[in-house]
């Protein structure tokens, strides 16, 4: 049962335009929602992330919305540069006093082409 | 600083054969995890360990799998004997853990590719 769930798979954007990828979770417990992003041989890096007592988190070009009661939250990438092709993660966490603290559960990821 | 560091970065074994793979956390970092990105799916949580300590190895897919960190630095996870479907990207990640919190950022390692055939 996959407890985070992102689409698009793929997205092809023109230069200049606006990227959104979108992700749906399940568990309640959840409270802090990264979004991860990874180029070809690297390992995923923390782009932006968002807690739910916030609807939207900005930082440059990258934007977090989240609604806690629909359970979704989506990136926007606005003004796409080609250098922002890569494969995005959204992710969920929970605080957990014990045992499963902190493990990142993972959306399946989506490959963003921007054309030049 | 250097990052989380993995090795190797790829191996490709037979069927039955044993491999090990290494992660070199960020100096300092108690917290340090393992994740299995298997064929375009979704990267799934494996084991975290705080400092040389097994907090949690719910991920871990069954008894094949075998993870130390020795003296709370490195860790191994070692795969034996080895399955086809154990095929995969192995990412380690490390955090620092000042605050307790679920928001401790989360630095991944480059991964190591595994094909077993």
């Known amino acids: 049962q996959q407890q985070v769930k992102q689409s698009p798979q793929s997205l092809i954007v023109q230069k200049g335009g606006i990227s959104i990828i979108n992700c749906a979770y399940e568990n309640t417990a959840f409270d802090y929602f990264p979004w991860y992003q990874q180029f070809p041989g690297k390992g995923p890096a923390l782009l932006i992330a968002?807690?739910?007592?916030?609807s939207e988190k900005k930082e440059g070009r990258f934007t977090i919305s989240f609604n806690k009661s629909a359970k979704q939250f989506s990136l926007h990438i606005m003004d796409s540069q080609p250098g922002d092709s890569a494969t995005y993660f959204c992710a969920a966490c929970a605080h957990i006093s014990s045992g499963s603290a902190r493990q990142l559960t993972f959306g399946s990821g989506t490959q963003l082409t921007v054309l030049p | 600083e250097a990052g989380v560091t993995q090795f190797p970065s790829h191996s490709v074994i037979e069927k039955g054969q044993t491999v090990t793979l290494r992660c070199d956390p960020i100096?300092?970092?108690?917290?340090l995890y393992w994740y299995r990105r298997v064929m375009g799916k979704e990267i799934k949580f494996l084991l975290h360990f705080v400092k040389e300590s097994k907090q949690d190895e719910s991920g871990m897919p069954n008894n094949r799998f075998l993870a130390e960190r020795t003296g709370g630095t490195y860790s191994t996870l070692k795969v034996q004997p080895a399955e086809l479907e154990d095929s995969g990207v192995y990412f380690c990640?490390?955090?620092?853990?000042?605050?307790?919190?679920?928001?401790?950022?989360?630095?991944f390692g480059p991964g190591t590719r595994l094909t077993v055939l």
């Open positions: 100096s300092g970092h108690d917290n």
């Open positions: 990640a490390s955090s620092q853990d000042f605050t307790g919190t679920s928001t401790d950022t989360q630095y």
């Open positions: 968002i807690r739910p007592d916030v």
